[in-house]
């Protein structure tokens, strides 16, 4: 076994769990962040990219409303590339409540949440896909986040304050030694090893997962719900503002232009497995009625991939344990000491991407209460590495890229063959980030890189990063092929509940190249493929 | 007897030309291009059958389940549809109908096949072989294929890469940029003289297809210029191998006399009693009625979009409106591997590949339907697509000119 | 900036259809010849995810238009239309003053046709075509057009009228290098028509804007089909509208809705009513209707078809009435596009370009007959005629000749 020795260490590599890191470490702390899988797997990869205004809340939850006001323009700055300042709308639908959108307006100045009314026409005239029917339009300053644009930002500056961020471990122990927790045990998936990390404070940030992790150390009564809720990718931006239904919430109210695609979200049904999420066809066509409400046409609209995500939603006694959508958005901090007796453990669960900071925030806030420290938080000055310039993304942003290369006088013709032709992603960009993480699947590559994540869906560019894997050295045939047959069967998890339309003629003719002319099915077997 | 074939895949140019050659006046309208740019390029007749390999294929169409295309073409059709296509296209097809061939791809799986081009045909079997990848062609990983086709126990591979461009100023070039290079002469001695020195003795050369786009021997060329085998592995679209054989049967179809309306779709049929009477075509500014005494429908499967499923779960035949026979129970599948039943989707045709209703009812006398639009099939788990295409345009036609005659 | 127009969305969603499957790629003749073009996959569908409002992408200034590639898309995408449209995004910034002035035929014409021995020996001078290289941009051996001295109009105004036929009545629409430059072509589409039975009128007519929407001024374009609408309807109601000029009938069938987005009640009206003068005679024939006792013509003459001919999805309708005429040999070029594509041709940094478009055509050309070729559409004609110096007439030529109307040797010189 091996054996590390730390200050703090902080389970869960989602956006919450390297916000508390990050802070931790700004802060001078020695930090450990473990993490299961790869980083943002979990619930911060799997929602529908909204960077909140804090509109959404302003009638329900005023007080969220205002945290998001405020963070919105922070994770702007400090997490500049993940985020698109794309502005947002709250449409009333032809059949909504007109009425809403004066609740809507008056808490939204409640809030300070900034909002305006615009002419419907103004509203059609920059969105034209949007429902001529619409009654009302109500301009936000939504945005769109990559969640795992920000999460690796975020990892990367805790890793600059010293942090060390171990991705593929596993907890399977919390040691505690006279009611205070002692060490974290992990498994390292990728080695087979065994690491027991000393520490003197654990801060358990797994989301969905929380309550099994505080069950290793012996806490039983944590209730996390979660709360699964899928979502829809659509080929290509059918609008480039986030367009809101100006109701009190509701499935399907939503639709997100995140780089390439727009996506619409979402439902919120009590899952039993945060590891088992399932894609019922009946939520996807639920999304595909809502999606008509906004934009007329959208049913015919091509899907490209729909993926299931669960909140970590901390059951509330004021509400059913059945009914997730009315229980606190806001954060929840459950702190062991008081509730059991044992010291040196912190869980943090609830919330939402918006306000990670800030909840990272809190948490280590009480962990220094608790360690006696007074040390300031700064995580909202400094940001992170990648977003110095403070230029936010751009969708043109890869386009300019590969026509800057291919630009007369850029002294030389490109030299950087373009990978994955949906997305643009250049040779390159694989090899580099495969250098630097070298133990990472076709799956982590692609939710830094959005390999695979365009109209095609892999049917293409899965074969040339296999073949690029292998020819760089990165796997041997048999791991590469391993590779990509997980892939494949990965992607097809959210394939299979959305195929209609266009999406269909794609699948047909990527099972005829895969499956038809390269005959993927009969490659030699090998003993594991894992999902 | 005017006809009007619908679909330029290799259903529709076979159809069409042979309706030519028998002296019928052909229209064939197409939307755009059919499916050969996307293929293989080789003609699969059946190369796996439950899962497992068929070695005699004419054996697994001979006893082809009720409901599978092959039941309604028979043995027979398929079989002159292999000669008429060895024959039409001596440089581009060979081989023996009677057995598949196993042939490497390019992820380095052996896969079955019945005719194939010339240039591949010196990888089945081979057991040395080294695979050449091209720098900058980004279809084709050598290592990969080679670290594959050892795994299978059945050939032992290296590989190497050397980069000659397709033409300057280009890192990220296509197989059909490299096919258009070696149409030139010249470029056979440039691949030759990177490749020998990397060579040993009674090793066999693979290559991606890009040997010529319209220059048959480049291949051969080469092989006499290295003293050693060579043969073409077919690459994803754009398929060097697969648009030859577009290019030589549309020439085909044209010096038969085929006339060619390209690039508006057919959206519908105008009926006299339970004859079809005229197809709609969408021209460009206006409808066009294309009457004629037969029509043969030859759009292919879901993957032109013949067949589509709509949101609601509906599969629809999108030219004509025809009644499609689609398999109980779940259409799709959770698991990515298994065969997805919808892909089964399309039309039943009686033996003569007329379309028929759900009660088994011959829907128009006098159309027909043929190729990847029919029900029944699994055409890419099977390898079966470029048999039931050939076969049933050879049985329309058969039934067709006999008909008329 | 951005540009608005209603017809930007229309293109934008077909690109749902694409599956990649690069069959525009493989028939691209531009991405054939050079790899300065990144090819229409990239440029259409795939780049077009990644617009919004900027100009960030300039390779697709490289497309050409032809439109082969929504020709052949399997898919239904309208790859060209998407190319054109960011094109016009990308022209708003930035727009060369040759663009401007190549795309504004009709004033062109009129400055030329009076002047015209002095404008074709101006034109034909190399020190001149430098120097309106270098200030303008257009290449100095760039095909120009030769100008007549006579416009149609004002033959056609110096007619006596003639009576109205027994087979009713036409509308002719000469389209801008009909009334000016080619003008021979129109007097013999007249001419057939007449023969055949038919009344023609004529209405003063404009710009149908085509040169003006293939360079990206869709404001300019939008305005000048409408009223090229307009004019056409004067003539009357329901009649059929028929013309030689093949590009100016694509641009009224279906270019202006699908690439600028113009929906309007006058051009569905026109758009539905236009018709290609071989493709109104081939749907004569298809009715029984064409008299079809041609003398023989023993010959062997090369055809090509023009893109814009193409991409209105007939076939090939001068392929079939010539098929007619007994011992006529019309060979099929079977080649992509002559190059020329508008005005693509013209420009200084194209012309090499758009030369090894063509050069298979050109090729073609002259090993089929040396003396006379085949084609539909003004620019293309010209861009023949100068690259393989085979003279290059519109297929209406041959069947004037077919009925008498004039003979082969004006056509071809005798001993040739």
């Known amino acids: 076994m091996r054996e590390l020795s730390t200050d703090v260490v902080v389970v869960g590599g989602g956006a919450t769990g390297v916000g508390a890191a990050r802070d931790a470490a700004m802060r001078g702390y020695s930090v450990v962040l473990v993490e299961r899988a790869d980083l943002g797997q979990g619930t911060t990869g799997r929602f529908h990219g909204l960077l909140h205004s804090g509109g959404r809340y302003v009638v329900s939850d005023p007080g969220s409303a205002t945290e998001c006001a405020a963070e919105n323009a922070i994770v702007g700055r400090i997490n500049a590339d993940a985020v698109e300042r794309t502005g947002g709308y709250f449409v009333t639908g032809p059949d909504d409540d007109p009425g809403f959108a004066d609740k809507f307006l008056a808490g939204a100045a409640t809030a300070g949440v900034p909002a305006k009314e615009i002419d419907v026409a103004e509203a059609l005239r920059c969105e034209p896909r949007l429902n001529p029917g619409i009654r009302r339009a109500i301009e936000v300053q939504d945005g769109t986040v990559d969640g795992w644009q920000l999460v690796w930002g975020v990892a990367r500056s805790a890793i600059g304050h010293g942090a060390k961020v171990l991705t593929y471990h596993r907890v399977t122990d919390i040691v505690v030694r006279n009611g205070a927790v002692e060490a974290v045990v992990c498994h390292d998936a990728k080695t087979g090893e065994d690491v027991r990390i000393a520490c003197s404070f654990v801060i358990n940030a797994g989301g969905p997962w929380s309550a099994q992790i505080a069950r290793l150390a012996g806490c039983e009564d944590v209730e996390v719900i979660p709360g699964r809720g899928i979502m829809v990718a659509m080929s290509h931006r059918l609008v480039n503002r986030v367009i809101n239904r100006c109701i009190y919430p509701a499935d399907g109210d939503i639709l997100v232009p995140v780089h390439t695609v727009s996506i619409i979200g979402t439902t919120d049904v009590r899952a039993e497995d945060p590891d088992h999420l399932e894609i019922p066809r009946k939520e996807v066509q639920q999304m595909l009625d809502a999606g008509e ?50 010291k040196g453990l912190l869980t943090i669960t609830g919330g939402k991407l918006t ?101 095609c869906q892999g049917g293409f560019c899965a074969l040339r990063a296999t073949g690029l894997a292998c020819d760089a050295g990165h796997a041997d045939a048999t791991a590469a092929t391993n590779a990509l047959r997980r892939f494949l069967t990965n992607r097809w998890i959210g394939l299979w509940p959305i195929l209609y339309g266009d999406q269909v003629r794609q699948t047909a003719l990527d099972y005829w190249i895969l499956q038809g002319t390269l005959d993927v099915e009969h490659l030699p077997e090998t003993e594991e493929v894992a999902s | 007897m005017k006809t009007v074939v619908i679909g330029a895949g290799l259903a529709g140019l076979v159809a069409a030309t042979r309706l030519a050659q028998e002296g019928a006046d052909v229209v064939l309208a197409t939307k755009g291009l059919g499916g050969l740019p996307t293929s293989q390029g080789t003609i699969d007749v059946w190369g796996y059958r439950d899962g497992k390999r068929v070695e005699a294929p004419l054996d697994a169409v001979a006893a082809a389940p009720a409901g599978h295309p092959y039941a309604a073409i028979g043995v027979g059709a398929v079989k002159d549809g292999l000669a008429w296509l060895a024959e039409h296209l001596p440089d581009w097809l060979t081989g023996d109908a009677a057995a598949n061939v196993w042939l490497p791809t390019a992820v380095g799986a052996l896969r079955p096949t019945c005719l194939c081009q010339p240039g591949m045909l010196a990888g089945a079997g081979a057991t040395r072989v080294v695979i050449v990848g091209l720098a900058r062609l980004k279809d084709f990983q050598a290592a990969l294929i080679a670290g594959n086709l050892t795994r299978t126990g059945r050939v032992e591979a290296r590989a190497i890469t050397i980069d000659i461009p397709a033409r300057s100023g280009e890192a990220d070039s296509s197989a059909l940029t490299y096919a ?98 005229s197809v709609t075509l969408a021209s460009a500014g206006h409808d066009r009625d294309l009457v004629a005494d037969v029509f043969v429908l030859a759009t292919g499967g879901f993957e032109t979009g013949a067949l589509a499923l709509d949101s609601y779960g509906t599969v629809t035949e999108t030219a004509l409106g025809l009644p499609v026979r689609v398999p109980d129970g779940d259409l799709i599948g959770a698991d990515y591997w298994e065969a997805q039943p919808l892909f089964a989707a399309g039309c039943a045709v009686d033996v003569s590949m007329r379309v028929l209703d ?27 697509g470029d048999g039931i295409a050939v076969g049933s345009a050879m049985k329309a036609v058969a039934a067709i000119m006999g008909g008329e005659r | 900036m951005s540009l608005d127009f209603a017809g930007h969305e229309f293109a934008r969603a077909s690109l749902d259809h694409c599956v990649k499957c690069t069959i525009c790629e493989t028939q691209c003749p531009v991405a054939a010849v050079t790899p300065a073009y990144p090819g229409p996959k990239y440029i259409g569908p795939q780049a077009e995810r990644f617009r919004h409002g900027l100009s960030v992408d300039h390779s697709l200034d490289y497309c050409s238009s032809c439109g082969i590639c929504t020709l052949s898309c399997p898919q239904g995408v309208k790859i060209a239309e998407l190319n054109s449209q960011a094109r016009a995004v990308m022209k708003a910034d930035h727009m060369p003053l040759r663009d401007q002035l190549i795309s504004r035929t009709t004033v062109m014409g009129m400055f030329m046709t009076p002047v015209a021995p002095l404008a074709n020996m101006a034109l034909g001078i190399s020190p001149l075509r430098v120097i309106v290289e270098k200030t303008v941009g257009v290449h100095r051996h760039a095909p120009m057009p030769h100008a007549c001295s006579q416009s149609f109009m004002s033959w056609w105004k110096k007619r006596p009228e003639k009576p109205e036929g027994p087979r009713g009545v036409v509308v002719f629409f000469h389209g801008c290098a009909g009334g000016y430059f080619e003008v021979e072509t129109s007097k013999k589409t007249i001419e057939v028509l007449e023969h055949l039975g038919f009344k023609v009128l004529v209405p003063k007519q404009g710009c149908c804007g085509l040169a003006e929407q293939s360079n990206g001024l869709f404001d300019r374009a939008s305005a000048s089909v409408l009223k090229l609408c307009d004019d056409l309807r004067a003539a009357g109601k329901d009649l059929t509208i028929i013309s030689s000029s093949g590009s100016c009938t694509g641009m009224l069938k279906h270019e202006a809705h699908e690439i600028m987005g113009v929906s309007d009640e006058r051009l569905r009206d026109v758009g539905t009513r236009v018709r290609d003068v071989m493709e109104f005679l081939w749907e004569l024939h298809e009715a029984g209707e064409l008299p079809e006792d041609f003398p023989r013509i023993d010959l062997t003459v090369p055809y090509h078809a023009p893109c814009q001919l193409k991409s209105q999805g007939m076939g090939m309708p001068a392929l079939d009435v010539l098929g007619l005429i007994p011992g006529l040999t019309v060979v099929e070029s079977g080649r992509a596009c002559c190059g020329i594509a508008g005005t693509y041709g013209l420009k200084r940094e194209k012309y090499a370009v758009a030369q090894a478009v063509g050069k298979p055509l050109f090729d073609m050309v002259r090993a089929t007959n040396p003396h006379l070729a085949l084609c539909d559409t003004e620019t293309c004609r010209w861009q023949i005629s100068q690259s393989s110096g085979v003279p290059t007439v519109h297929p209406i030529s041959l069947v004037h000749v077919a009925y008498g109307l004039s003979e082969l040797r004006q056509l071809i010189p005798a001993g040739a």
């Open chain 1, 293 to 342: 409400v906004l934009v007329p046409g959208f049913r015919t609209s091509r899907a490209l991939h729909a993926w299931a995500g669960a909140r970590p939603l901390v059951k509330d006694s004021r509400v059913s344990a059945s009914d997730t959508r009315h229980m606190s958005r806001g954060m929840s901090v459950l702190d062991h000491a008081e509730r059991d007796n044992l």
């Open chain 1, 355 to 455: 306000t990670y900071r800030l909840m990272a925030e809190h948490i280590i806030d009480r962990m220094c209460e608790q360690l006696g420290d007074t040390r300031p938080c700064t995580t909202a000055d400094e940001p992170v590495p990648g977003s110095e310039s403070g230029h936010n993304y751009l969708v043109t942003h890869r386009l300019k890229d590969r026509e800057a290369e291919r630009a007369p006088g850029s002294g030389d013709v490109p030299t950087d063959p373009i990978i994955c032709e949906c997305e643009l992603m250049t040779r390159s960009m694989f090899l580099d980030l495969f250098e630097q993480q070298p133990d990472a699947g076709f799956d982590d590559l692609r939710r830094q890189l959005r390999l695979g994540m365009g109209p």
């Open chain 2, 180 to 277: 258009r290079a070696a149409d030139e002469p010249g470029f056979a001695a440039h691949l030759a003289a990177a490749i020998a020195p990397s060579l040993g003795s009674g090793e066999a050369v693979g290559l991606p297809a890009i040997l010529g786009l319209h220059t048959p021997g480049v291949g051969r060329d080469l092989a006499d210029r290295l003293g050693h085998p060579v043969f073409e592995i077919p690459l994803p679209p754009p398929s060097v191998a697969g648009l030859r054989l577009n290019d030589a049967l549309t020439t085909l179809a044209k010096a038969a006399g085929v006339r060619v309306i390209l690039g508006s779709p057919v959206t519908g049929l105008k009926a006299e009693g339970d004859r079809v009477r």
């Open chain 2, 358 to 384: 759900a009660g088994g009812a011959v829907v128009h006398p006098n159309l027909y339907a043929i190729g990847g639009v029919l029900a029944g099939a699994q055409r890419w788990k099977e390898k079966s």
